[in-house]
């Protein structure tokens, strides 16, 4: 069965300093993946999404990037956090090419202060 | 924006009655998904609808959808406390990106 890990559970870091956030998926090839940030009491903003390695598409420009160095990892990083980098992040994967449901991790928490 | 708008943005009910929620959104669409996320945990799929179906079943959950209204409905019946969650709507714009929207939060009272 198909599995997906993101790590860390939760993050503190203070302002300007970097980011590495990591989503891996087991048990599928070739899956569509996803980074999603959830504000406090609101709905998810879809921030990147990537149909291959090395393929990324970026929704919202921002402070943030993605890679996809390995089918099934997918990594949200930044140079210098901002305040406003704060919140729930979330990695979904959804098999590729077809239409079905999207399978999201149990995300992180990120305070920057 | 094509992102899906949930109504209303907060419910609260009695345990045993049904709890309605409804979505909006702006644009031509291949499917419907409603999503369940418990409080601060990742979102559970429930059902996804087709555009060319108009409503779908599983369990207590009932979703409609109406594509000349641009809406979705999802109805759940005789509620029970494990219902109390926020639900989302998600639209797709292609078979890859999924918007979602602000989410209505289910409170159940036992």
């Known amino acids: 069965s198909q599995t997906i890990h993101q790590w860390p559970a939760t993050l503190v870091q203070p302002v300007g300093s970097p980011l590495s956030l990591e989503c891996t998926v087991e048990g599928t090839s070739n899956p569509n993946l996803y980074w999603y940030r959830q504000a406090a009491g609101r709905g998810l903003q879809l921030l990147f999404y990537?149909?291959?390695?090395?393929?990324i598409s970026s929704e919202v420009p921002q402070n943030l990037s993605a890679s996809r160095p390995q089918d099934r990892q997918f990594i949200l990083s930044s140079k210098k956090l901002l305040l406003s980098d704060s919140g729930f992040y979330l990695c979904?994967?959804?098999?590729?090419?077809?239409?079905?449901?999207?399978?999201f991790g149990p995300g992180t928490r990120l305070t920057v202060l | 924006s094509q992102q899906g708008e949930e109504d209303p943005q907060a419910l609260s009910i009695q345990e045993g009655e049904n709890a309605t929620m409804n979505c909006s959104y702006k644009?031509?669409?291949?499917?419907l998904q409603w999503y369940r996320q418990n409080s601060g945990r990742g979102l559970v799929h429930l059902i996804l609808i087709r555009s060319n179906e108009r409503e779908k079943h599983s369990g207590r959950l009932r979703v409609t959808l109406d594509t000349s209204k641009k809406s979705s409905s999802l109805l759940i019946t005789a509620s029970r406390a494990a219902d109390t969650a926020s639900y989302f709507c998600?639209?797709?714009?292609?078979?890859?990106?999924?918007?979602f929207g602000s989410g209505t939060k289910l409170n159940v009272k036992p």
């Open positions: 979904a994967w959804k098999p590729g090419l077809a239409l079905d449901e999207q399978f």
């Open positions: 990537s149909v291959g390695i090395g393929q």
């Open positions: 644009t031509s669409i291949n499917n």
């Open positions: 998600a639209t797709d714009q292609n078979f890859n990106k999924f918007y």
